[in-house]
């Protein structure tokens, strides 16, 4: 199981971000298999964002979910998380990941390499 | 929400200590409860799940314990290799938390 994120790695505030997260070793046709993202702020903690199921069953996180979009494109084996009028506070490393209920619930057990975003006018 | 919260923040020791990390959260999540070891730039690795179980190929010296609100990773004899941060995260809601996480360094 690979997932590599892509997208833009500077973005002007207001402006909406939109990163793509492509995987390979697993489809997301299969019952029980979820991708999520996560994001990671330059020296501090870990962000639960978004997760997306087999079966296009979507979850946000509470303080972010005016703001996020998730979407699957199965044939493609990708994922596409949206956020919106983006700032600085904004600026983390995106990382997207593996998830399966069937082996350890909604938690992130596979995950890709990250890209960095940094939001500045 | 479910809040998450980790103690100490940072933790120095030496080589073969004994370690561990407690993780609280803010209204019972079960044993709804993974650890996560992260190092300078790269991504986060699971190393405990469901509170205990731990994952395929994590050193036996790493093991999780707890329920409901309270939670604690272990890692028996430190090695050079360990010094990282480690992040809790429940999963027991609609939303998943992670907790701040603590800095393991080296004394």
């Known amino acids: 199981i690979t997932l590599k994120e892509s997208g833009p790695t500077l973005v002007k505030p207001t402006q909406t971000l939109t990163l793509t997260c492509t995987f390979s070793?697993?489809?997301?046709?299969?019952?029980?298999?979820?991708v999520g993202w996560i994001r990671q702020p330059p020296g501090k903690a870990l962000e639960w964002l978004a997760l997306?199921?087999?079966?296009?069953?979507?979850r946000y996180s509470p303080s972010l979910k005016s703001r996020l979009t998730i979407t699957q494109d199965t044939p493609k084996n990708q994922v596409v998380l949206t956020l919106t009028n983006i700032n600085p506070v904004d600026t983390a490393t995106y990382f997207c990941?593996?998830?399966?209920?069937?082996?350890?619930?909604?938690?992130?057990?596979?995950w890709g390499q990250g890209t960095l975003v940094t939001v500045s006018s | 929400d479910i809040q998450m919260t980790q103690s100490p923040s940072t933790l120095s020791a030496f080589v073969g200590d004994r370690v561990t990390i407690t993780c609280r959260a803010s209204?019972?999540?079960?044993?709804?409860l993974a650890w996560y070891q992260q190092k300078p730039g790269k991504a986060p690795k699971l190393l405990i799940h469901?509170?205990?179980s731990l994952e395929s190929g994590v050193p036996s010296r790493f093991s999780g314990s707890g329920s409901g609100t309270e939670f604690s990773l272990t890692i028996s004899s430190l090695q050079p290799d360990d010094f990282a941060t480690y992040y809790c995260?429940?999963?027991?809601?609609?939303?998943?938390?992670f907790g701040p996480g603590t800095k393991v360094d080296i004394k």
């Open positions: 990941a593996h998830t399966s209920l069937v082996d350890r619930g909604p938690i992130p057990d596979y």
């Open positions: 070793g697993f489809s997301l046709s299969t019952s029980g298999v979820g």
């Open positions: 997306i199921y087999w079966n296009d069953d979507k």
């Open positions: 209204q019972s999540i079960s044993s709804w």
């Open positions: 469901k509170a205990s």
């Open positions: 995260q429940q999963y027991n809601s609609y939303s998943l938390t």
